[in-house]
């Protein structure tokens, strides 16, 4: 289709409070905000003049907003009604109380919903759907209640022990909820409503908090089936013992389904979205959705794919792979300097590999990522991918680096994956697999090997970033090799055994 740039086409960008906030830490109400004070009396003057901006990003609408003495966020909520491509995170859609999914059926609008890298979609839904609460807010609820809700925290601490004093293992799944705990949560959320009504000012912030988790919890218990695990994780010991209580989303299918089939059209686009029957089960896709896969514009002469089966980076070989590791990387880029980056399923096998190669081999440069980077500090791992570089940046599969990252031309031109991806076996995911297994008869394939395998090939996807790249992928784990994984790879690559 041509484009139409005559057409008056009105955009806007919907950003988070907290990135989009100018007074961080301040409650939105007049008394404390100034942005806040007088909102309605200046928004019909803001809202006119955005009206003749057609792209109307973060940045205008920030410059709207202070020019016109009003909260950036809440303009562009306002906004919202009158524009007409939103661009916004997956939440302002698919969330229990997404705006722009309650505006779409207030208002009677007829959207069509582009979700772009929808393979993220399964996990988000999964978060947007599920419901923690911890034992220790209550308890700091509990020490200075607010008038007239003492007792009803005192009875919901009650039914919360109860719910595993019994319990000896520190992680517990179960399919029913707890009727009588419920009904405390509900006694609480409703109390803190009145007062929210009666005193607001006599409402914290910590009490807000677990107001807004309790009713999430509340809101799910509602919708509660075979598709949640309700979980107890306990912690500590005799009379300080502390249980969190979950309700997991595991197939946000039913959720995501709906949401799908009030939109006029959903499209979903990535380049992951195999096997297909996986994502369809899990989103609630139509038995009748149309797949249509773009052929790649780039070709198997590009990227070499190279699977290496003589190591396993199985948790109980690691040790015997780490020197196999370091030689691959090294003998590669004695062949061929240049940037590369080596993956690995977590930070201590990262650190393993990096320190042996740094003992053997001390000639190469390497960098490498460590948990819970800031802006800044992602910003500086990036930058020393320059353009004719040498060096080896080691990161986590599935981690800040794996996905969304690009790296042009010979700013990388290899990496090495040292891991299947295959999520942590862990309490938590052992539910997963089971639940999956009696839902889809696939338990180990969708709750371990289908989002690992997926990971892999996002990170491979950081090698070839246009027509015009050329670049290596070492794929290091003799279960590469199967056929059941190299049929989810990429139709374009042609995978060559090392
Ligand atoms: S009203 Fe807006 S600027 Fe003020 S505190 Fe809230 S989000 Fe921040």
């Not at 290596?472 to 042609?494: K, N, Q, S, Y």
Request: glycine share 8%.
């Amino acid at each position: 289709m041509a484009a139409s740039p005559e057409l008056a086409l009105r955009s806007l960008e919907l950003v988070a409070r907290d990135k989009a906030c100018e007074y961080p830490g301040t409650a939105c109400h007049g008394e404390a905000c100034p942005l806040a004070r007088g909102f309605y009396d200046r928004l019909p003057a803001a809202r006119a003049a955005a009206m003749q901006v057609p792209l109307l990003d973060k940045a205008q609408v920030r410059e709207l907003a202070l020019a016109h003495q009003v909260c950036p966020y809440y303009l562009a909520q306002e906004l919202a009604r009158w524009v007409d491509v939103l661009v916004a995170d997956y939440n302002y859609y698919f969330d229990q109380n997404a705006l722009l999914y309650g505006l779409a059926q207030t208002d009677q609008w007829r959207v069509a919903v582009a979700v772009d890298e929808a393979h993220n979609l399964v996990e988000r839904a999964r978060q947007m759907y599920s419901a923690s609460l911890d034992q220790f807010h209550l308890q700091a609820l509990r020490r200075d209640p607010p008038a007239g809700l003492g007792s009803a925290l005192q009875g919901l601490n009650r039914e919360w022990n109860r719910l595993y004093k019994d319990q000896v293992a520190p992680y517990q799944a179960g399919e029913q909820l707890p009727a009588a705990f419920i009904k405390a949560l509900l006694r609480v959320v409703g109390l803190v409503q009145e007062l929210m009504n009666r005193t607001p000012q006599a409402v914290d912030p910590a009490l807000l908090q677990f107001f807004f988790q309790a009713l999430q919890f509340v809101r799910l218990s509602e919708v509660f089936d075979q598709h949640f695990l309700f979980d107890i994780s306990v912690r500590g010991a005799g009379r300080k013992r502390l249980a969190t209580l979950c309700l997991r989303n595991v197939v946000p299918a039913p959720l995501v389904g709906p949401r799908m089939g009030a939109a006029r059209s959903v499209t979903l686009f990535s380049a992951t979205l195999n096997p297909r029957h996986f994502y369809a089960d899990l989103l609630g896709m139509p038995a009748d959705t149309a797949w249509l896969e773009v052929q790649s514009p780039f070709v198997a002469e590009q990227l070499q794919v190279r699977i290496v089966s003589q190591v396993s980076t199985r948790y109980q070989h690691r040790q015997a792979s780490l020197a196999p590791i370091v030689e691959l990387i090294a003998g590669q880029y004695r062949e061929q300097p240049g940037n590369y980056l080596a993956f690995f399923s977590s930070f201590d096998y990262l650190q393993q590999v990096s320190g042996l190669l740094a003992e053997r081999h001390p000639g190469i440069v390497q960098w490498a990522q460590s948990s819970g980077m800031d802006e800044a500090q992602r910003q500086g791992f990036l930058e020393r991918f320059v353009e004719n570089g040498q060096g080896v940046g080691f990161a986590v599969l599935g981690g800040a680096f794996a996905e969304g990252v690009d790296l042009p031309g010979t700013r990388l031109i290899g990496a090495f994956i040292a891991t299947l991806g295959l999520p942590q076996v862990n309490p938590v995911n052992e539910q997963l697999k089971q639940r999956m297994g009696a839902l889809f008869s696939s338990g180990f394939d969708y709750t371990y090997l289908y989002p690992g395998v997926r990971k892999v090939i996002q990170a491979a996807g950081r090698v070839i970033r246009g027509t015009e790249d050329r670049g290596m992928v070492m794929l290091i784990d003799d279960r590469f090799a199967e056929a059941r994984i190299r049929r989810m790879f990429p139709t374009w690559w042609a995978p060559q055994d090392n």
